[in-house]
């Protein structure tokens, strides 16, 4: 089926009609391209599971052939959250096009990704009126701590994994979300990857697929 976001989408491996979904969101200047790898190690686990990898809506000037969720150039916190409002409306809506195209409920599908993708998995999740799943994130942060902490909707699952030396994302990011969201009494888990820079290491990996599995099957 066609979205309103351009994707790569990976078919449950049972043939079957999709009993659930992941939607994973790519980085800062990536595509929908790189972070279905992710989904291709995943598949042969999840063969009841949609994987949808979308494209981020803009182009990204710093990597041409990229794309970005919002614009980070301009390091205004107020203009930052302005244009991650824009891409939130827009993740929201496919969101809605999975749940109607395949017939499924929120609770049977996970938001999540890397990095920028992270980040507007988490401020999307948090406020959608019907609750997804879970969100899962690696490298990312909350993108504004007062905005989300005034429009928290819904509870979701969410686990949340960093390497301890990104220079890109510290990784602060995750330790301040995980202050937040204890705060606001949220069950969150969280992992710190020794040695690890601005990257998804194959531990991440593997606990992100048993999360999914975890919470899914």
């Not at 990536?30 to 042969?44: M, V």
């Not at 938001?111 to 920028?116: A, L, T």
């Not at 602060?172 to 979300?177: F, H, K, Q, R, S």
Request: charged residues 25%.
């Amino acid at each position: 089926m066609k979205f309103s976001l351009s994707a790569i989408v990976l078919e449950p491996l049972s043939k079957i009609k999709p009993k659930n979904a992941v939607i994973l969101c790519h980085g800062y200047g990536g595509d929908g391209k790189d972070i279905s790898i992710l989904a291709g190690y995943w598949r042969t686990y999840l063969p009841d599971t949609i994987f949808i990898c979308p494209d981020a809506p803009e182009k990204c000037e710093a990597s041409p052939s990229g794309f970005q969720w919002f614009d980070l150039t301009d390091q205004d916190p107020e203009q930052i959250l302005s244009k991650s409002l824009v891409a939130e409306n827009k993740l929201n809506k496919l969101i809605d096009e999975v749940k109607k195209g395949y017939n499924l409920l929120a609770n049977q599908i996970i938001i999540g990704g890397f990095s920028q993708g992270s980040m507007i998995s988490l401020q999307t999740g948090i406020k959608r009126k019907d609750k997804i799943n879970s969100i899962l994130g690696y490298s990312g942060k909350i993108i504004d701590l007062e905005h989300l902490s005034k429009n928290i909707v819904s509870r979701p699952n969410i686990f949340l994994m960093h390497g301890d030396i990104d220079q890109v994302v510290p990784v602060d990011g995750l330790l301040e979300a995980k202050n937040f969201f204890n705060k606001n009494n949220y069950e969150i888990e969280t992992k710190i990857f020794k040695d690890c820079e601005h990257r998804i290491p194959m531990e991440g990996s593997s606990l992100g697929l048993q999360f999914i599995k975890k919470h899914l099957y």
